[in-house]
């Protein structure tokens, strides 16, 4: 996996603790605002690092994608919030969707 493959997965990961934040900064609001702003901050950095190599169609599609499948796992093991059929239905919508980016952006690359 070349470089600027691991920092989109960096910007992922930052993006989707950030958000997360945000739904845990009930107890502490000052605190977990500033928190969720410095780290979806630093998602913005790291994405424009990804760009300069990676397609801007892919790499939002991934940024995004997994950052709501993130989300969604986040919000079930850690908030105890419910995953229906049509929920997963959605979610692996997504997913393939961005297996569908993917695969353009390589055809199209060959």
């Keep these: 996996m070349n470089y600027h493959r691991l920092v989109l997965l960096a910007a992922i990961a930052t993006e989707v603790t950030g958000t997360s934040t945000l739904k845990m900064a009930e107890d502490h609001p000052v605190a ?3 928190a969720a702003l410095a780290l979806l901050s630093v998602s913005l950095v790291l994405f424009s690092v990804a760009l300069r190599t990676i397609p801007v169609a892919a ?3 991934l940024w ?3 950052g709501i499948v993130g989300l969604a796992a986040i919000g079930y093991f ?5 995953i229906g059929p049509l929920r997963l239905l959605g979610l692996a919508t997504i997913v393939a969707g961005i297996c569908l980016l993917l695969r353009g952006s390589q055809a199209r690359a060959a």
């Excluded at 850690?78 to 419910?82: P, V």
């Design 32 to 34: 977990g605002y500033l």
């Design 59 to 61: 790499a939002y599609a």
């Design 78 to 82: 850690a908030f105890g919030e419910t």
């Design 64 to 66: 995004e994608g997994l």
